[in-house]
């Protein structure tokens, strides 16, 4: 009885996810669109307004959490490393490598699927681990394409800046407006089905240029994310959901905003669009895998 439960459960968590950004592909498909405003947008309003939502939600609590934020730094930083290793055996540039095994789709994928895989707490975890993601992609990710970007840039972001106000009225234990929490929260709702049907536009625009840097890139965020979750899951004392959230989290394919960070710094977005392409379309295979080894 237990292996159809699992089957039906892992269907359950990856089928809304796939349908949306299929939508989103499907409606791209010999169009012409221009996701800019609506993509500003969720970073600017409602990205945030989920993560202040998450954290400001009287049920979080910091301190049980603050396993997941130590688990994401590290493999975080663990993958970076690992990336430049293969980078100097390969010949790939580093800069091409490193962000992308380090910076992972926790937003346009990691949210929805710890909603749908654990609920509320499931995404009380998954916005700290996409906390720590991105704070560290605005200061060192952005240092390490250029450095002449500076790291404390990164507090002016509106996710930073909603995750500092929703952790101070968590502290506080002040509750806030029912009518302005509920308005909080619809605008955050948004930002999960936004953020997949945008993720199937790109796929639909994106063109594969550099098979080989794209595959490659691919294994290195794959392998080393799972890799290192899993021994970290070990050494931190997680198990059960806590166990499978944080593998989850190592599993992401490469976050969109690399091709993004490398347009705008010039740093080979052709091999970075590749790898960012091509570790989405794979995460259609290995995410299911990897919910039926945790799960």
Known sequence: MNEPVTLLRIIAIVFPVLAIVLVGWVYARGRNLDLATPNQANLDI???????????????????????????????????????????ASGISPKTLVPTAMFNNCGNLGLPLAVLAFGQEGLAAAVVMFMVSNLMHFSFGNWYLDRHAKWWNAWRYPVILAALAGLAISFSKVELWEPLRVGIKMLGDVSIPLALF???????????????????????????????????????????EQRAMLIIFGALPPAMINYVFAERYEQQPDEVAAIVLIGNVAAVLVIPVVLALVL
């Open 198 to 240: 945008a993720l199937g536009v790109r796929i639909a625009q994106s063109h594969v240029t550099a098979f080989r840097v794209g595959v490659i890139g691919t294994l290195v965020r794959l392998f080393s994310g799972i890799l290192l979750t899993w021994l970290l899951a070990i050494l931190l004392g997680l198990e059960g």
């Open 46 to 88: 409602f990205v945030p307004a989920l993560v202040f939502s998450a954290l400001a939600d009287r049920s979080f609590d910091l301190a049980g959490h603050q396993m997941f934020a130590i688990g994401a730094f590290l493999m975080i930083v663990g993958s970076g490393l690992i990336a430049w290793l293969v980078a100097q």
